[in-house]
T-cell receptor, first 112, second 117 residues
Framework: KAGVTQTPRYLIKTRGQQVTLSCSPI?????VSWYQQTPGQGLQFLFE???????NKGNFPGRFSGRQFSNSRSEMNVSTLELGDSALYLC???????????FGAGSRLTVL | AQTVTQSQPEMSVQEAETVTLSCTYD???????LFWYKQPPSRQMILVIR??????QNATENRFSVNFQKAAKSFSLKISDSQLGDTAMYFC??????????????FGKGTLLTVNP
């Protein structure tokens, strides 16, 4: 069974640009969550999607958005990038009602 | 709001020895779930072990076991017979069972464990 797949693995952007990250969950998993990991703030919850609906959102500005498609794949978008958005973005998926998240390898974003 | 504290930023252990990583948490919920995840240099966050708060028995997964003290809100991870492949950042995480905390994991800051040959 394939794991959670995140693309791209690495990317470099400049301030003011926007970026889109993709996450393909484990087959059959309908819930997808996103987390931001930085050295200073640690791991912080961004948002959670289920059946194409955003169910929960963390304390991030509106520049951070996402969506989920009918096949459960999810994308997150960050607009007007700032230096502080440099981070590892982790996606995790789970089955309905499950308490265990399975994570992908992450997308490392560097903003110059 | 729930908080998770890992008081040991870094630890080291000799191969084949035993090491214990500490974690404390704060919550007003009665039922919840606790996890230890490991993140090696490859960055993949891997579930090591989980514990349901309503279960008194401590969880065990091969060389990994926990000491869950609900009243003390303590959840430590013991790694026996440490192996070089255990070198990683270890995160303790909390997930509530209701209300505003059941949809996300709250993580500690992590403990960097190095296993020396």
């Amino acid at each position: 069974k394939a794991g959670v797949t995140q693309t791209p693995r690495y990317l470099i952007k400049t301030r003011g640009q926007q970026v889109t990250l993709s996450c393909s969950p484990i087959s059959g998993h309908r819930s997808v969550s996103w987390y931001q990991q930085t050295p200073g703030q640690g791991l912080q919850f961004l948002f959670e999607y289920f059946s194409e609906t955003q169910r929960n959102k963390g304390n991030f500005p509106g520049r951070f958005s996402g969506r989920q498609f009918s096949n459960s794949r999810s994308e997150m978008n960050v607009s007007t990038l700032e230096l502080g958005d440099s981070a590892l973005y982790l996606c995790a998926s789970s089955t309905t009602g499950a308490n265990v998240l399975t994570f992908g390898a992450g997308s490392r974003l560097t903003v110059l | 709001a729930q908080t998770v504290t890992q008081s040991q930023p870094e630890m080291s252990v000799q191969e084949a020895e035993t090491v214990t990583l500490s974690c404390t948490y704060d919550t007003s919920e009665n039922n919840y779930y606790l996890f230890w995840y490991k993140q090696p240099p490859s960055r993949q966050m891997i579930l090591v072990i989980r514990q349901e708060a309503y279960k008194q028995q401590n969880a065990t997964e091969n060389r990994f076991s926990v000491n869950f003290q609900k009243a003390a809100k303590s959840f430590s991870l013991k790694i026996s017979d440490s192996q070089l492949g255990d070198t990683a950042m270890y995160f303790c995480a909390f997930k509530g069972d209701s209300g505003g905390s059941n949809y996300k994991l709250t993580f500690g800051k992590g403990t960097l464990l190095t296993v020396n040959p």
